[in-house]
């Protein structure tokens, strides 16, 4: 264990050492499939931080402890029991945190290698998502979900939605759709298909020489993955002026994929489907993480006060019911007014950069 460094009250949530020519940190929660708390989120900050400058230290190594996940998201469980009794000042400090490791594994001067197996959803691309070689396995299933419990796609995620081909973002910002290993290279989420089963050998490779080479030599990703079929429709329908003329353009649709994308659209958060349109379409015209993170902090800074963010985890969390009451029936209900207080800069309380914890 590396001296010096932030860590939580529970220590066994992540395990970061160095070895060999690697700094390796592993996330270790694997019965709550590696979700990501605060505390996990300031020790990798630590990590990166005391390593950036270690000569010993050739490369970064990610993964995730078992085999169902990376990691499925944020702990966003105390988010709500203090949003709920009208503390809004928790879940802000904690993306306000959380998206400067974001940022930082975007533009860390050393190769980060993660992991990717199993589920990599919200948080996890975060952490996932942004590093310089990411790798999937066959049972590897990535997703941006948010739109289903009222946030947007956060964490640096709308900057890989805007660089998907096509209307690709646009698609998978509002339906949440997860994507395997072949879609998941094709989207820009990961970057090297190498099966699982040569993972050991390859993380030992690494650790043990600090060089990349042997990712090249293992890769076999495949050249298209399902999603690839859909391309030109879904193009035809993401590429409206609004979330307004996207639903509109799929209901005129009788082919399945828009039957099917409707039906999901329509379970999602409409004011956060809106948002997330815009978001990609202005983080598309600007491509850089800070930009990024600073129109997805907006929003999540106002979801509990103002959105559908309590509404969102109650019903997929706490009740578990899958009924969310969202605040509109549907995306022709919301007025300007109300998607401008969702965007607007925020002022003395926007993210800053300064390199501390």
């Known amino acids: 264990m590396i001296r010096g460094l932030y860590f939580g009250p529970d220590m066994t949530d992540i395990i970061i050492r160095k070895t060999g ?56 469980a105390e988010m709500y029991a203090t949003a709920g009794r009208g503390d809004y000042d928790y879940g802000q400090r904690f993306w306000r945190d959380e998206y400067r490791l974001n940022a930082k594994i975007y533009n860390y001067t050393k190769p980060i290698v993660t992991f990717l197996q199993g589920f990599t959803m919200g948080g996890g691309v975060g952490v996932g998502c942004h590093g310089s070689h990411r790798i999937v396995c066959e049972s590897s299933q990535i997703a941006m979900p948010e739109c289903s419990i009222g946030l947007v796609p956060d964490v640096g995620g709308s900057l ?149 963010f309590i509404e969102g985890i109650r019903a997929a969390i706490i009740d578990r019911d899958r009924k969310p009451v969202w605040k509109h029936k549907s995306w022709d209900e919301i007025p300007a007014s109300e998607i401008l207080a969702m965007t607007s800069p925020l002022g003395e309380h926007a993210l800053q950069w300064e390199e501390t914890t």
Not at 197 to 203: E, P, T, V
Not at 272 to 300: C, G, H, S, W
């Open 21 to 76: 020519r690697a700094g390796h940190i592993t996330l270790n929660r694997p019965k709550a499939l590696n979700a990501l708390t605060w505390d996990m989120c300031l020790a990798i900050e630590g990590a990166l931080d005391e390593w950036r400058n270690d000569a010993d230290v050739a490369l970064i190594l990610i993964d995730g402890a078992g085999d169902r996940a990376f990691c499925s998201g944020g702990d966003i």
């Open 160 to 308: 890989i939605l805007a660089k998907a081909p096509g209307r690709l973002g646009e698609y998978l910002g509002t339906t949440g759709a997860r994507i395997g290993p072949a879609d998941a290279t094709y989207a820009g989420f990961a970057d090297h298909f190498i099966p699982e089963r040569q993972w050991h050998g390859l993380k030992d490779d690494l650790i043990n020489t600090g060089e990349l080479t042997a990712i090249g030599t293992l890769d076999e990703s495949p050249r298209h993955g399902a999603i690839f079929a859909n391309q030109v429709e879904l193009n035809e329908h993401f590429s409206r002026a609004s979330m307004v003329e996207i639903g509109e353009s799929l209901a005129s649709s009788n082919f399945e994929f828009a039957t099917q994308t409707l039906g999901a659209i329509k379970r999602n958060a409409p004011l956060a489907m809106t948002v997330t349109v815009e978001i990609i379409r202005k983080v598309r015209d600007d491509p850089r993480i800070e930009n990024a993170l600073d129109q997805e902090f907006r929003y999540t800074y106002r979801c509990a006060a103002q959105g559908d």
